[in-house]
C-alpha cells in the first residue's frame, strides 16, 4: 500500500460512532475529494453489517454494535491496524478518540493530520445528565488529554462558534454542515383552512434535543387539531430514554416512534422531512447548543420545508430573510396553541434561500485546504 495505485493520493478519513456512510465524513468530505480524481479514499465508520465497497471508495467498520463496551476497546486497534496497512498521505480523524494513535504514528508513517472536529466534546458533557460529577471530570480530562495531542496540521471547524470556543485549535477552516445538494423551489406556502398536520423529529434522539418538550408542546396541539400526526425518526442512543419516550406515547396513536439505538440512514431522515409539513427542532437553551447552526436548518431551508424552532437569535436571523421558520417556546405547554396558531398566519418561503446554505459553497475551499497540505 505504500505504493499509490494510480499515482492518486491515499487519504483515510476515520471514525469511531459515526456511520462509515456519514452525511458528513462521506458524503461531503470523502465524495468532495473524490470528485478532483487526486485521490484514493479509505474510510472508517460505525457499520452493523460488512461495508461493500465502490469505485474510488474502501470502506471499514470500526464498530458493529454500537452498545458494545469491547467493540469500543476494539476500535483503536482496527484503526491502528488499517492505517498501518493503508499508509495514507492524508490522515482526517473525525472524532477526539483517534487523536493520539494518529499523533503518535504521523513521523513514521509520514502523513499529514486534519481533525474534523464536529463537537465541542467538553462542553456537550454538561448535555448529559446521566453522568455523575465524577465521571464528567474523568471524561473531560480524557478529551483535554486526545485533543492537546502535537502534530495537528489542520483542525476543520464544523461551527463558526467554536472558533471563539475553541482558540487553541490552530491553525483552522470553517466548514460548516451545509445541504448537500440543490435548493428545490416550494414558492410561498401557507396553512390557510388546513386541520391536520405532519410534524417531524429527526435525527440524535437526546434529553437535550427538547423531545420531550416536544411531545408534550404537541399532545398539547392536539386539542385544537385532533388529526395530527407526530413522527419522530432518529437515532437513540441512551436506552433510559428510549424508555421514556415509549411511556410518554403510550397512549397517543398520532405519535409514531421509529427510534433506533443504531444511527439511521440520512436518506431515512430526509425522506421523513420532506413529508411533513413542519420540521420541529426544539432544543432547549443551553451554552452548548445555542451558538450552533444544527445541520437541519440548512436541510429543511433547501427542502422548502418550515421549521418550527426553539427561540434563539442566530436561528431566527438565519431564516428572517425567506421566512423559513417560525419560533415557539417547546417549554412551555401552556401557549402551544397560541403560539402554533400565529405562526400559522405566517406564509413561509416568500422568497428563495441563498446559495449560501448549500455545501457547494464550502467545498472548494475544503479541497484547496486538503490539496495546500500536500504541496
Given at each position: ?12 478519513i ?5 456511520p462509515v ?14 470528485e ?16 461493500k ?14 452498545d458494545s ?11 491502528l491496524l ?12 473525525c472524532?477526539f ?11 513514521l ?26 465521571a464528567?471530570?474523568?471524561a473531560?480530562?480524557?478529551i483535554q ?17 467554536y472558533v471563539?470556543?475553541?482558540p ?9 454542515n ?7 423551489q416550494?414558492g410561498p ?8 398536520y ?5 435525527g ?15 399532545i398539547?396541539?392536539?386539542?385544537s ?15 433510559s430514554f ?7 406515547t403510550?397512549?397517543?396513536p398520532?405519535v ?21 409539513d413542519?420540521a420541529?427542532?426544539?432544543?432547549q ?6 451558538g450552533k ?24 436571523e438565519?431564516f ?7 419560533s ?10 397560541a ?7 405566517q ?5 428563495t434561500?441563498?446559495?449560501?446554505i ?18
Open positions: 500500500m505504500s505504493q499509490i495505485q494510480g499515482q492518486k493520493v491515499s487519504v483515510l476515520a471514525s469511531t460512532l459515526k456512510k456519514d452525511v458528513r465524513a462521506y458524503s461531503k468530505l470523502a465524495r468532495s475529494l473524490g478532483t480524481n487526486k485521490y484514493r479514499l479509505f474510510i472508517i465508520g460505525f457499520s452493523p453489517k460488512k461495508p465497497t465502490e469505485p474510488g471508495f474502501r470502506f471499514f467498520s470500526s464498530m458493529s454494535h454500537f463496551k469491547l467493540d469500543r476497546v476494539l476500535v483503536q486497534g482496527r484503526f488499517r492505517l498501518l496497512w493503508i499508509r495514507p498521505k492524508i490522515l482526517i480523524c472524532t478518540e483517534l487523536i493520539p494513535i494518529a499523533a503518535f504514528f504521523k513521523p508513517i509520514g502523513y499529514q493530520l486534519v481533525y474534523d472536529v464536529q463537537e465541542n466534546y467538553l462542553a456537550n458533557l454538561d448535555l448529559n445528565p446521566a453522568l455523575s460529577f465524577d464528567k471530570q474523568k473531560g480530562r480524557l488529554k486526545c485533543e492537546s495531542a502535537q502534530g495537528i496540521d489542520l483542525y476543520l471547524l464544523a461551527e463558526k462558534c471563539k470556543e475553541m487553541e485549535k490552530q491553525p483552522f477552516l470553517i466548514i460548516e451545509k445541504y448537500q445538494g440543490e435548493i428545490r416550494k406556502i401557507q396553512f390557510v383552512g388546513k386541520n391536520d405532519k410534524f417531524c423529529i429527526t440524535t434522539i437526546t434529553p437535550a434535543f427538547g423531545t420531550l418538550d416536544a411531545i408534550l408542546w404537541f398539547e396541539i392536539l386539542k387539531f385532533p388529526t395530527s400526526k407526530l413522527e419522530i425518526l432518529g437515532h437513540c442512543p441512551v436506552d428510549r424508555k421514556k419516550l415509549v411511556e410518554v403510550l397512549d397517543f398520532q409514531s416512534l421509529r427510534i433506533n439505538p443504531n444511527p439511521i440512514p440520512h436518506q431515512e431522515l430526509i425522506d421523513c422531512l420532506g413529508a411533513s413542519f420541529l427542532l426544539p432544543y437553551s443551553h451554552p452548548a447548543i445555542n447552526m444544527p445541520t437541519k436548518l440548512y436541510e429543511c431551508a433547501a427542502l422548502g420545508i418550515p421549521v418550527l424552532i426553539s427561540p434563539n437569535p442566530i436561528w431566527e438565519f428572517a430573510d425567506f421566512a423559513g421558520g417560525y415557539v417556546d417547546f417549554s412551555n405547554p401552556d401557549t402551544a396553541i403560539q402554533f396558531k400565529e405562526g400559522l398566519k406564509t413561509f418561503f416568500t422568497s434561500p441563498p446559495e449560501s448549500l455545501w457547494k459553497t464550502e467545498k472548494a475551499h475544503f479541497q484547496k485546504a486538503i490539496q495546500n497540505l500536500l504541496y
